[in-house]
């Protein structure tokens, strides 16, 4: 048989060779690799991330360098008094109203008096809507840090001491410096790899371990404080003799109240309003019911200072590599929590967010507001989610927050003595799921 060969068959001949006669194939022709000397000229012409950072920032105007430095100045370039005016006051009031029982509440989860839970939602706020570039994220106390600062501290020493607080505002500073130095390292990218399965695992789990550790105010008898589910059901059933009908009938009330105002909110857009006055509704109800009938049975939130909060310096250095962990961790939730719900309300209100600006924004209103005795604050998934859907256009509507909690501080906490602590689990758990 006569061999054949290809080794000097052409292109067309060797198609028809391999492929069979009559059908068409594409020849790459070959691409010889640069050799070693042009390969080095290429990569030592491309630039270092170093001196292309610095590039961008010789780039840079001065009104862009005012913009990185106070991200408020982007919405406030382009504010529309007559359109965006009246939506930010709404959304504000809305939201602020929202913020001050749920405020007292996380305060008390926490393990600390109520007033610092307005103190948490008054500075914080302020200063996050300068330095913050989400437009409609609410910042300040929140369920799950309430809940971490209450089981480590407790761990250290007794709730009922000075030390404790002190403690508690400490990590506030620990946290904003921990998140400033994440934005300035850069490491806001981590968000990316969080989905939104997490996410929404975390927040209902959250919800549950909160409910249950405050459900000794809706039950009439104490429960053990812990982060975890078994052991709090333990504790739950084992003091199930101690129960105690009037704070029960009480918080079932609220609670009814609330999923009813909850639902309408949901399915009537005319009735938006009902989702956000839920808390305050239930407190209202409350506190004019301990007034009228004073029930011995019924315990209440008692006497909260009148007034702004003092600038003051943390205190409480030498327990600062025992609180390390905790700080670390509360860091997290931030980024999990406020940094995630920032990046989906700027994609749906079509503006661009910055994980790192977010981050140095965030750090900043901790660090500040520890100064004026707050604990840490972080952005709400609930409270984000009333201020978007009330129709917040900027960060305007973060202030009027700020300056409703101001005005409560001011001329309001006479009247917040007699609120029914049954009202704390209730508010807690609503006020940690959007």
């Not at 000097?8 to 001949?13: C, K, L, Q, T």
């Not at 390292?185 to 399965?197: D, E, K, N, T, V």
């Not at 975890?228 to 059901?233: A, C, N, R, V």
């Not at 309408?264 to 019911?289: D, E, I, Y």
């Amino acid at each position: 048989m006569e061999k054949s060969s290809f080794a000097s068959a052409s292109s067309g001949e060797l198609t028809a060779a391999v492929y069979g006669a009559g059908r068409p194939v594409r020849v790459i022709p070959l691409r010889h690799p640069l050799d070693a000397a042009v390969r080095e000229a290429a990569a030592s012409s491309s630039p270092s991330p170093l001196s292309a950072a610095m590039e961008r920032a010789r780039a840079m105007g001065p009104w862009e360098w005012a913009e990185a430095a106070l991200p408020c100045l982007a919405w406030m370039r382009s504010y529309r008094w007559k359109e965006d005016f009246q939506a930010d006051l709404a959304a504000g009031i809305t939201v602020g109203v929202m913020l001050v029982p749920q405020a007292m509440s996380y305060a008390k989860l926490a393990g600390l008096h109520p007033i610092y839970g307005l103190y948490t939602g008054f500075v914080p706020l302020f200063v996050y809507a300068i330095f913050g570039s989400s437009r409609q994220l609410a910042v300040g106390p929140v369920a799950l840090v309430s809940l971490l600062v209450s089981n480590v501290l407790g761990g250290i020493v007794n709730s009922s001491s000075e030390l404790y607080t002190e403690l508690a505002i400490l990590l506030a500073f620990m946290v904003g410096i921990l998140e400033c130095l994440m934005a300035l390292l850069r490491l806001g990218w981590l968000i990316r790899f969080i989905s939104h399965s997490v996410i929404s695992g975390f927040t209902t789990a959250s919800a549950i371990v909160i409910g249950l550790s405050q459900i000794k105010y809706f039950l009439g008898y104490s429960v053990t404080r812990s982060s975890k589910i078994i052991p709090l059901i333990e504790s739950i059933i084992a003091g199930i003799d101690q129960f105690s009908w009037p704070p029960f009938v009480m918080g079932s009330a609220f609670l009814v109240i609330l999923l009813i105002m909850k639902k309408l909110g949901k399915t009537n857009k005319k009735l938006r309003f009902l989702r956000a006055s839920g808390p305050l509704t239930a407190v209202v109800l409350g506190t004019l019911f301990v007034k009228i009938f004073r029930p011995t049975a019924i315990s209440v939130v008692g006497e909260i200072p009148q007034g702004l909060p003092s600038f003051s310096i943390p205190r409480g250095f030498e327990h600062l590599m025992s609180l390390m962990p905790t700080a670390i961790l509360i860091t997290g939730v931030a980024i999990l929590e406020s940094v995630g719900i920032a990046k989906a309300l700027a994609a749906k209100n079509g503006y661009e967010l910055d994980s790192n600006k977010e981050l140095f924004g965030l750090g900043l209103s901790n660090i500040c507001g520890s100064f004026f005795s707050a604990y840490p604050a972080t952005g709400s998934f609930s409270r984000s989610a009333v201020n978007h859907e009330s129709g917040a256009k900027t960060g305007l509507s973060g202030i009027i927050m700020g300056i409703i909690i101001c005005s409560a501080l001011l001329f309001m906490t006479p009247l917040f003595t007699d609120i029914p602590q049954a009202r704390l689990p209730v508010c807690c758990s609503f006020g940690s799921t959007p």
